[in-house]
């Protein structure tokens, strides 16, 4: 399925996606050969993919895919922190439910911003899931202070989580100058 209209199917759509994937699972790798960190530059992009569901420009998961590999090579806790301005809906929902994978998100109010019906910080996990679901969502114009403080408190789940390897959805439209986003990040 697809909840907005930003994911269309074109011709070399599933070539894209699958690619992206793994760039992501080739950055997983290098760290599971002794890396201390790896960056991988995937499009498109995967936090608001779900696992059956597209939208946002996302169509898979790419930080939810190497959070999985990750488990499945013998780690136990892997912690997602998600920075990019909008929420990672697709990554919450796809953990939503379990607690080997630690699902934290900053990003601007969904009640003003896409994807809108998620990022709320009631939400905080369901079922064995609960309480490993953290959403910060900040106001428009939130700058470095308020940005950083948040920040300070996802880091402080993860260390108490005790976690064995921490996912970065890395969305850097946080920048002052970003054309879509409200947040005033500087470099
Ligand atoms: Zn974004």
């Known amino acids: 399925y697809s909840f907005d209209g930003g994911a269309p199917i074109t011709a070399g759509t599933w070539q894209a996606a699958y690619s992206a994937a793994q760039v992501a699972l080739t950055a997983q790798q290098a760290i599971q050969r002794g890396a201390h960190c ?3 530059l995937c499009r498109p992009p995967g936090h608001h993919a779900a696992s059956d569901l597209m939208g946002g420009y996302c169509y898979l998961n790419n930080a939810a895919i190497a959070a999985q590999a990750f488990l499945d090579q013998g780690h136990r806790k892997v912690a997602i922190l998600d920075v990019d301005y ?35 910080a009631d939400e905080q996990g369901e079922g064995a899931g609960e309480g490993f679901n953290f959403n910060y969502p900040l106001p428009a114009g939130s700058g470095w202070a308020r940005w950083s403080a948040a920040l300070d408190e996802a880091c ?18 946080t920048f002052k100058d970003d054309p879509i986003s409200q947040f005033k990040l500087d470099s």
């Open 156 to 173: 402080r789940e993860i260390e108490r989580y005790d976690a064995d390897i921490v996912v970065v959805s890395l969305g850097v439209d």
């Open 86 to 120: 909008h929420h990672g809906n697709g990554t919450q929902s796809i953990f939503y439910a379990r607690n080997d994978v630690l699902f934290t998100s900053i990003h601007g109010h969904p009640e003003a911003e896409f994807p809108f019906f998620l990022g709320y």
């Open 38 to 40: 790896a960056f991988a």
